[in-house]
T-cell receptor, first 115, second 116 residues
Framework: AQSVTQLGSHVSVSEGALVLLRCNYS??????LFWYVQYPNQGLQLLLK??????LVKGINGFEAEFKKSETSFHLTKPSAHMSDAAEYFC?????????????FGSGTRLSIRP | KAGVTQTPRYLIKTRGQQVTLSCSPI?????VSWYQQTPGQGLQFLFE???????NKGNFPGRFSGRQFSNSRSEMNVSTLELGDSALYLC???????????????FGPGTRLTVL
């Protein structure tokens, strides 16, 4: 069984500050991990995904995430927050190549940016 | 290339009624998944269709059903609506190259269903 936990339902940072959104996963097989962003009244958009290649994954809009197997973590970071980054962020896990695999989403972290 | 489209965007129904939501995937995408998003339960997987066959199903009652047509368009139906069915229903499509677990899913804007 797989699960994902996002620590902190709400994170607030100042514009220009480091963004760190935490995600820990549980998986009995090598996981595939995703970060999605959701802006108000919109669907989800993929930021980045880890599929067992490089452990440091670069995504869109300056975001990146590092897969740490020993810590079962896949935290999302951005060096300098921008007002346009305000949104809800979802971490997700799947078991990868399998016709029966499905993606399990975390509960989400709402990111606010202070001017 | 047009994105995933969902119709209608907003819907108001009363308890006991049934509803059908529609999803048109990105051209060339063969897999369509449905999710329910609520403030309390978050994003929950409903089901996935590929080549007109249901491949995966989440833990939802039988009142929730779906289907996929030969052109990959999908519909989901909820019968005997309950207040708790009020949610944002999201559809996502993917190419389904080697299995849904690794494919990038492209989400539509969702249908906001309110049950009174």
């Amino acid at each position: 069984a797989q699960s994902v936990t996002q620590l902190g339902s709400h994170v607030s940072v100042s514009e220009g500050a480091l963004v760190l959104l935490r995600c820990n996963y549980s998986s009995s097989v090598p996981p595939y991990l995703f970060w999605y962003v959701q802006y108000p009244n919109q669907g989800l958009q993929l930021l980045l995904k880890y599929t067992s290649a490089a452990t440091l994954v670069k995504g869109i809009n300056g975001f990146e995430a590092e897969f740490k197997k020993s810590e079962t973590s896949f935290h999302l970071t951005k060096p300098s927050a921008h007002m346009s980054d305000a949104a809800e962020y979802f971490c997700a896990v799947s078991s990868g190549y399998s016709s029966a695999s499905k993606i399990i989403f975390g509960s989400g972290t709402r990111l606010s940016i202070r001017p | 290339k047009a994105g995933v489209t969902q119709t209608p965007r907003y819907l108001i129904k009363t308890r006991g009624q049934q509803v059908t939501l529609s999803c048109s995937p990105i051209s060339g995408h063969r897999s369509v998944s449905w999710y329910q998003q609520t403030p309390g339960q978050g994003l929950q997987f409903l089901f996935e269709y590929f080549s007109e066959t249901q491949r995966n199903k989440g833990n939802f009652p039988g009142r929730f059903s779906g289907r996929q047509f030969s052109n990959s368009r999908s519909e989901m139906n909820v019968s005997t609506l309950e207040l708790g069915d009020s949610a944002l229903y999201l559809c996502a499509s993917s190419l389904y190259t080697s299995g849904s677990g690794t494919d990038t899913q492209y989400f539509g804007p969702g249908t906001r269903l309110t049950v009174l």
